[in-house]
């Protein structure tokens, strides 16, 4: 072991030599140079070069992390080795090493240090095996730390050797080793042994899978083999490949049973492999236990193309103008270089036309030795508005003449509204966040969220938002609000990292990003909602824009709704940012915070803009019509309906939203807050918490009985969910683990199992799947499978595993059931919100959906998908989405109501909860009416009215009651007995 002061000579380098039989430095870094800028830098915490005793590393701490991406393609024997230090590290504290062979879409670990390991002594780490000829090589050196508890990065030496004699990869496995390539799938993975030789054997629906190059070379050839043991009839053993990525696989050799006497078969292909930048190979297994599939002897040969001297034009610089006010201009640089290997002669270049010009050209016939360049200023000049964009060709010797550079802007003409127009004077008369305090970053306190929304005499914008916002993040100030829980985390008074992209569409702001996004903040992930942009007379000639947003806790639920505002110009220009966060859904941590952060706003043509805004439009457009909650007493006016009482169930102080559907409108009630109304209650950020059993869980297990022909609901779990291989589950269905009735459980009681300090510590707590699953699964046998209701969340976490084997059994390793079939096949026809389009998921490769809770959605998307099941039976126009039966079951529309939840008023059924009405003394029915329900943590509930009414709340008080507001809906029209 070496110490932090110890030095080497080594720096950054990259090169490659043509010699063979000895190794190549392919990457370096010992930063002895005092510099690391070839390194990307991400994460919340801090970096910096550090110097000790003469030598140089880097030093990290919090999450920050820094990363390297290089590639080994056409070389083999290639291995890497990187160094790791660290100095006060305290328990939970850890220094990482890793790589990734597949650009960073999965990292492996190299090495790892702890607090046994603090004492500033570097730990090498090295790894020979599996790196060979990888087109995308990531590596990284990476914190988990508390701040001021730091990492030490150095000594990065990537070695290997050219590839000869026409190798481009091969695996025997006769080293005894297979941890080079990536395992997955349900099944058990092991090395045999017989004979002498070695092989890799698979079972269940395990998968093992490398990824390769082909990069450069020709006439490649592949071969795989493959033999098989005890096969039955559906059993298979596959080899397979693919040349984009994984996306889709053909098949190059399969085995069935009558195959499988344990002889090795080989099959090769010959065309359709060359110059592929990602070939990935597998060997897959789909068999039942115990009946094995064993993969050798992969090979990958070609001929390297031979390499010709030639030039290379590259082009650098911004061609994306953004938005520019009609009338006035914007200028951008481009940099032509020769980054080949020969004399680059560029030709007389021509001009383009208005309303782009060749402001300044200092390249035209220009001879360009290996490694100069020259520059071009270029001017975008608008005489009306409107997008604007055309091609600008740049002629060369280079052999892939011309180069086409795309330039685009945006013409802005003040005054111009085309979507959703305010037609206000501008007079608002503020009193609050004005000019003066936005463009000078004096103090803030917090403010009624009135001054964050758009007023009443707001006039249309004489400015267009499109590009990047990115923020300064400093602390903020936080006051907790009834609980006491802020200094159990890390920096809860900052927001997450912000570098988003945004577009303008008439008045309405929209975020590229619309899902719960994770930016490297040890708290918090960003939820980005669409917004609104205006102009005030007392601005100085700056259009105002106001964003919804909401922090939502990394690995949980819980969410925090605030409000960000700022003013710009389309020329660039920005104010500070002023936020408030002032309400929450989240019962065990309430808090105030707000600040002011500088930001930076760098104007653009975004790629995807006309698609964001066409879809966002669409969006709006399909929304359910909203009306204010007190307009059910205008429309219904004989009913006598008092709207004081519609969400009186829960304490007014801790609701976050309701809404009443009925006649194909959404009445909104008021959103209140610590701070007066939230001005963006119509798409607020709403948690699901468990109403995710009924919405993901429970729709996804009949959708998959209806998808595949009616026998999913009756799979055996501990023959679709490796890690339930116990005795206790080979009896237990994936309807039994739906219903929370697996009868494997340590006590009975009510939520005494849900609320163990166990559950919460080995469930709850951590973040990957293999700890989720390993609770879920351990539970012992009670009594008997289907008999009694345990409120379990790890039974629905068990059954979403289960739903995402079998759908990869169905549609491949790539399938992902939250994604295709809920996303694309319900979600998405029923016009949900972009909120829905992911769900929280176990962080690591695996990236498990939780299905118990992790969902956020908007109001109108509660009413949307409890209107599909309640009112529109699961189907989708004339066609049937949802198993029937099950449907009919879990809406109490049959004699199959389900189990007792504790009361004989309570049921619960294929994920959705029930109560009789007859058993209430406020509604008062004379006969049983079974009200079917969605029920989330906090006091969430989706209502099901037989009367063709929906009802929602969200609310953080544990009161989950709706009796006071289903007696007041029943005015409207009646609903015992039905």
């Not at 923020?471 to 912000?498: C, Q």
């Not at 009681?749 to 609770?775: A, M, N, R, Y």
């Not at 909120?835 to 956020?856: F, I, P």
């Not at 009405?917 to 006091?939: E, H, K, N």
């Amino acid at each position: 072991m070496r110490l932090l002061g110890s030095t080497t000579v080594l720096g950054l380098l990259f090169f490659v030599l043509s010699g063979q039989g000895y190794a190549d430095t392919i990457a370096s870094d010992d930063f002895q140079s005092g510099d690391y800028s070839s390194w990307a830098a991400s994460g919340d915490g801090e970096d910096s070069i550090h110097l000790y005793q003469s030598n140089y590393s880097v030093k990290l701490d919090g999450l920050r992390q820094i990363r390297l991406d290089t590639s080994t393609a056409d070389y083999q024997s290639v291995s890497l080795s990187m160094e790791l230090a660290a100095t006060d590290l305290v328990y939970g504290d850890y220094c990482y090493a890793e790589y990734s062979v597949d650009g960073g879409a999965n990292w492996q670990q190299l090495g790892s240090i702890g607090v046994s390991a603090s004492g500033g002594g570097f730990q090498s780490f090295t790894r020979s095996s599996g790196l060979d000829n990888i087109s995308q090589l990531s590596l990284r050196f990476r914190s988990y730390s508390l701040y001021d508890n730091f990492c030490y990065a150095d000594d990065l030496a990537l070695e290997g050797t050219p590839i000869s004699g026409g190798t481009i990869a091969s695996d025997d496995f006769q080293d005894g080793e297979y941890s080079d390539w990536s395992l997955s799938g349900d099944g058990n993975d092991s090395l045999n042994s017989y004979q002498g030789n070695d092989s890799l054997r698979l079972d269940g629906v395990r998968q093992a899978t490398k990824i390769l190059s082909t990069q450069g070379f020709e006439n490649v050839s592949l071969s795989m083999e493959l033999a098989a043991l005890y096969l039955v009839s559906g059993d298979q053993c596959h080899a397979e490949y693919s040349t984009d990525g994984g996306q889709t696989w053909q098949s190059l050799l399969t085995l069935g049973n009558g195959q499988d006497d344990g002889t090795m078969i080989s099959a090769t292909i010959s065309t359709g492999l060359d110059g592929v930048s990602q070939l990935w190979v597998r060997y897959r297994a789909y068999t039942l236990y115990g009946n094995y599939c064993y993969g050798d002897n992969l090979l990958v040969t070609g001929e390297a193309v031979s390499s010709v001297n030639e030039p290379q034009l590259s082009v650098s610089g911004s061609t994306n103008f953004g938005s520019v006010s009609v009338g006035t201009s914007a200028s951008g640089n481009l940099t032509l270089s020769n980054t080949g290997s020969a004399t680059l002669n560029i030709d007389a270049l021509n001009a383009p036309s208005a309303p782009f010009y060749l402001a300044a050209d200092n390249c035209s016939n220009q001879l360009l030795a290996v490694g100069e360049s020259c520059q071009l200023t270029l001017e975008f000049s608008p005489a009306s508005d409107g997008s604007s964009s055309q091609t600008f060709a740049i002629a060369s010797n280079d052999p892939q003449s011309p180069k086409d550079v795309v330039l685009e802007g945006v013409g802005v003409l003040a005054g111009n509204c085309d979507y959703d127009c305010l037609g206000g004077d501008g007079n608002t008369g503020r009193s609050q966040l004005d000019y003066n305090q936005l463009m000078s970053g004096s103090a803030l306190t917090l403010l009624d969220y009135s001054h964050y929304g758009v007023p009443v005499s707001a006039a249309d914008p004489s400015h267009r938002f499109s590009g990047n916002l990115s923020l300064t993040i400093a602390p903020g100030s936080l006051t907790e609000r009834g609980t006491n829980l802020a200094s159990a985390y890390t920096n809860p008074d900052s927001l997450p990292p912000f570098d988003f992209n945004f577009v303008q569409h008439g008045t309405h702001l929209i975020p590229e990003q619309r899902q719960v996004t994770n930016t490297g903040h040890t708290a918090w992930e960003w939820v980005l909602l669409p917004g609104r942009v205006w102009d005030e007379n007392g601005d100085n000639g700056y259009s105002r824009a106001a964003l919804p947003f909401a922090l939502q806790e990394i690995n949980a639920n819980c969410t925090h709704n605030g409000v960000l505002t700022f003013l710009f110009k389309s020329d660039g220009s920005v104010s500070d940012v002023a936020y408030q966060i002032a309400q929450e859904t989240c019962e065990y941590f309430k808090y105030d915070l707000h600040g002011q952060l500088n930001a930076s706003y760098t104007p653009q043509v975004l790629p995807n803009e006309q698609a964001l805004i066409d879809g966002y439009v669409q969006e709006v457009a399909n929304r359910i019509e909203i009306r204010p909650l007190s307009e059910l007493s205008i429309d219904y006016p004989n009913a006598g309906v008092s709207a004081g009482n519609i969400g009186s169930d829960q304490t007014a102080s801790h609701l976050t939203a309701y809404g009443v559907y009925y006649q194909g409108v959404h009445y909104l009630g008021e959103c209140q807050t610590r701070q007066g109304q939230y001005p963006f209650c119509d798409v607020m950020a709403l948690p699901s918490y468990s109403t995710a059993k009924t919405i993901v869980a429970g729709l996804g297990l009949m959708r998959m009985e209806q998808k595949y022909g009616g026998s999913q609901q009756d799979l055996i779990v501990s023959n679709t969910v490796s890690a339930c291989s116990g005795s206790q589950w080979t009896d237990v269905t994936l309807e039994q683990a739906l219903d929370m009735a697996t009868g494997n459980y340590d006590s009975s009681g009510d939520s005494v199992d849900e609320g163990s300090q166990k559950t919460v510590d080995d469930f709850f707590l951590v973040s990957s799947h293999s700890d989720k699953i390993s609770h879920a699964c351990v539970y012992p046998r009670k009594t008997t499978p289907g008999t009694s209701w345990v409120y379990h969340t790890s039974d629905t976490y068990i059954l979403s595993r289960a739903l995402q084997t079998y759908y990869e059994q169905q549609e491949g390793l790539n399938a992902d059931y939250y994604r295709d079939m809920l996303v694309e096949e319900l979600f998405k026809p029923l016009n949900l919100s972009p909120l829905s389009y992911d769900s929280k998921r176990t962080y690591g490769s695996e990236a498990q959906v939780w299905g118990g809770y992790g969902l956020t959605l908007s109001g109108d998307d509660f009413l949307k998908l409890s209107r599909f099941m309640a009112q529109e039976d699961g189907m989708l126009g004339s066609q049937t989405m949802l198993d029937s039966g099950m449907l009919a079951d879990a809406l109490q529309q049959t004699s199959n109501g389900g189990l007792s939840t504790g009361t004989a008023s309570s049921r619960y059924q294929n994920s959705v909860w029930a109560y009789d009405l007859s058993a209430s003394s406020v509604v008062s029915c004379s006969q049983p009416t079974w009200i079917p329900y969605m029920s989330g943590f906090g006091g969430i509930g989706v209502v099901m009215l037989p009367n063709d009414m929906l009802y929602y709340y969200v609310s953080d008080n544990k009161e989950y009651g709706f009796t006071k507001t289903v007696k007041e809906l029943a005015k409207i029209s009646a609903l015992c007995g039905l």
